[in-house]
Nanobody, 123 residues
Framework: QVQLVESGGGLVQAGGSLRLSCAGS????????MGWFRQAPGKEREFVAG????????SYADSVKGRFTISRDNAKNTVYLQMMSLKSEDTAVYYC????????????????WGQGTQVTVSS
């Protein structure tokens, strides 16, 4: 069992930066691939970024490549999403999720989810 809690969301102006954190509990946290997803009002949840258990592999949605960076610190059971050059279209609730098999862009692959944190980018 893995419990996930996101933090770091808020209101930021376009062009600004935010860093999201996802704190995990459970001894097996380090064995999971981790992903960040987001969901804007009226839209489906979409993949943002993923990282393998040992940080050896990362994946990004085309819409955030070059602007967002995913990282993790297994000693702290925490995954991060550094977001830069934010745009109004990045406004959404951001969720972290854990996948026992690795990382994937499909939300159905993930076993555990956090409650989400709101990111609002004003233009």
């Amino acid at each position: 069992q893995v419990q996930l809690v996101e933090s770091g969301g808020g209101l930021v102006q376009a062009g600004g930066s935010l860093r999201l954190s996802c704190a995990g509990s459970g001894r097996t946290f380090s064995g999971y691939g981790m992903g960040w997803f987001r969901q804007a009002p009226g839209k489906e949840r979409e993949f943002v970024a993923g990282i393998s258990w040992n940080s050896g592999s990362t994946s990004y949605a085309d819409s955030v490549k070059g602007r967002f960076t995913i990282s993790r610190d297994n000693a702290k059971n925490t995954v991060y999403l550094q977001m830069m050059s934010l745009k109004s279209e990045d406004t959404a609730v951001y969720y972290c999720a854990a996948d026992r098999w690795g990382i994937a862009a499909k939300s159905g692959r993930y076993d555990y989810w956090g409650q989400g944190t709101q990111v609002t980018v004003s233009s």
